[in-house]
């Protein structure tokens, strides 16, 4: 059973604006983070991440709701007892320090320890971000990834139970950046410490997290599992902001004892598994990667249905191609497996194709 390190209980927090209005940027949020967690917060720009993670440092109080570390309440601890540290996106390191200095600027404060603990403690965190060999040099000898671990270190050294990490690596290029994230995972792992993680980015958050929190407009959308958010969206908002997927509206109708889907465009039968949908208006998700072209025989699975397409796009990934293809007015987005250079042909634009998908795969959304 994973044991809980943080819990946060109905929090709420509202800006006054200087406009004179109100922003409401924690709507209630109930959240618990275990120990040895890599949690994701993620969500668009101005959805309260930034917020709820100032709220856990210190940095902004609560309106109402509380959050315990191990049980006991902080709201009352001050910013700088609190066991937590922040990394932010612009590394924030004393340029006229040398990277040992600014990593134990933190220990140096702290008298107590003597020289030998500080070094071991030094040494480790070194370690860990894999710079050994660079604790002569000053920041602006060092690469944006260096820099950024040398963050990471300094926030690291005085061994907080929780990292809070505020979108640390948008100001990377897009390969150092995937290095980081492994690296990132890596450290997590080794050290132990919580890490609760700030992105916009959703295949950052898939990637690397334990758990996704999606937060829209001050709340949680949903909270899982990176598969779980990804297959099972609870939402249109979850379903549209991980992932592509192609949002199709319409009907949902009974007719001689059958289920089915209907829009102005297209029809299609649905199992009695979307029975509580009946004369509901939806909308259904499907991701381009849950079409596939006649490879499957229909006849071996009786929840396979298909649609008739004219191609309007082809665009080539290497080892995919996505086909953007339509029925009448209705767009369609299908990423599609290939193996050969043949193969592409049948998909050329204009071309008219049949794209099947496996109806208990879709979702549906009220
Ligand atoms: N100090 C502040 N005063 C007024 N409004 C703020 C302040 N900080 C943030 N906000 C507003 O609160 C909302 C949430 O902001 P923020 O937590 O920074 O979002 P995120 O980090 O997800 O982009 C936004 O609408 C933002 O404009
Ligand atoms: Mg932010």
Redesign the pocket.
């Known amino acids: 059973m994973p044991r809980t390190l943080i819990s946060i209980d109905n929090a709420c927090k509202t800006y006054d604006t200087p406009e004179g209005g109100k922003v409401n940027a924690l709507k209630d949020i109930n959240l618990n983070i275990n120990y040895n967690e890599f949690v994701t917060l993620l969500g668009p720009?101005g959805c309260g991440?930034?917020?709820l993670?100032k709220t856990i440092s210190g940095f902004e109080s609560l309106d109402s709701g509380d959050i315990k570390i191990e049980g006991k309440s902080i709201i009352n601890t001050p910013s700088y007892k609190r066991p937590v540290n922040t990394v932010f996106q612009n590394y924030a390191l004393f340029p006229h320090m040398s990277v040992k200095k600014n990593i134990t600027y933190g220990l140096d404060i702290n008298k107590s320890l003597d020289k030998a603990e500080k070094d071991k403690k030094f040494n480790y965190v070194l370690n860990l971000i894999n710079l050994e060999g660079f604790e002569n040099r000053m920041p602006h000898q060092l690469s944006g990834g260096q820099q950024q671990r040398v963050a990471l270190a300094r926030a690291i050294i005085n061994e907080p139970k929780i990292l809070l990490l505020?979108?640390p690596l948008s100001a990377l290029d897009k390969k150092l950046r995937s290095n980081m994230q492994i690296e990132l995972k890596n450290i997590q792992n080794q050290s132990g410490i919580s890490f609760i993680f700030?992105t916009h980015d959703q295949e950052e958050a898939l990637s690397m997290s334990d758990r996704i929190i999606v937060m829209e407009n001050g709340s949680v959308s949903q909270e899982g599992k990176p598969e779980e958010i990804y297959y099972q969206p609870k939402n249109k908002f979850t379903a549209d902001f991980i992932g592509e997927t192609n949002l199709i509206n319409g009907l949902v109708e009974e007719e001689n004892g059958l289920i089915k889907f209907k829009n102005e465009n297209f029809e299609f039968h649905l199992t009695k598994d979307f029975q509580q949908y009946i004369n509901k208006k939806v909308t259904f998700s499907i991701r381009p990667e849950q079409f596939f072209t006649n490879d499957v025989p229909k006849e071996s699975n009786p929840y396979i249905s298909n649609f008739n397409v004219e191609v309007i796009q082809r665009l080539f990934f290497g080892p995919n191609i996505k086909i953007v293809c339509k029925i009448k007015n209705q767009i369609f987005h299908c990423l599609l497996k290939i193996s050969d250079q043949e193969t592409i042909k049948l998909f050329e634009k204009n071309k008219k194709i049949s794209i099947y998908f496996d109806v208990t795969k879709i979702k549906l959304f009220e």
């Open positions: 720009s991440k930034t917020t993670l505020d979108e700030v």
